[in-house]
């Protein structure tokens, strides 16, 4: 029973920050990349950020600079920190793992971050 569930979404103000928490169960953690998906209301899922195994990261465009993922193999957690948020930020987050040579992997069941004044 893999289980991936993810915490830390809510409102924020334009400019604020968010941290994502993504904390997995039922696999060997160490061994899976692990993402960051988003999807806003009419439009498709997109990568946010993805960290390798070995610590490697990759963001899309639309937010590196501002966001930064990292994990933490001894608590199962991937993380995702936000900051000077913006309204086209908003969308459903999902956290994603991945073994080896998969394609999809496992998904959490997603949280919900939206920026307004």
């Known amino acids: 029973q893999v289980q991936l569930r993810e915490s830390g979404g809510g409102l924020v103000q334009p400019g604020g920050s968010l941290r994502l928490s993504c904390a997995a169960s039922g696999i060997i953690f160490s061994t899976y990349a692990m993402g960051w998906y988003r999807q806003a209301p009419g439009k498709q899922r997109e990568l946010v950020a993805q960290?390798?195994?070995?610590?490697?990261?990759n963001y899309a465009d639309s937010v590196k600079g501002r966001f930064t993922i990292s994990r933490d193999n001894a608590k199962n957690t991937v993380y995702l920190q936000m900051n000077s948020l913006k309204p086209e930020d908003t969308a459903v987050y999902y956290c994603?793992?991945?073994?080896?040579?998969?394609?999809?992997?496992?998904w959490g069941q997603g949280t919900q971050v939206t920026v307004s004044s």
């Open positions: 960290i390798t195994r070995g610590g490697s990261t």
């Open positions: 994603n793992a991945r073994f080896g040579t998969q394609i999809s992997g496992y």
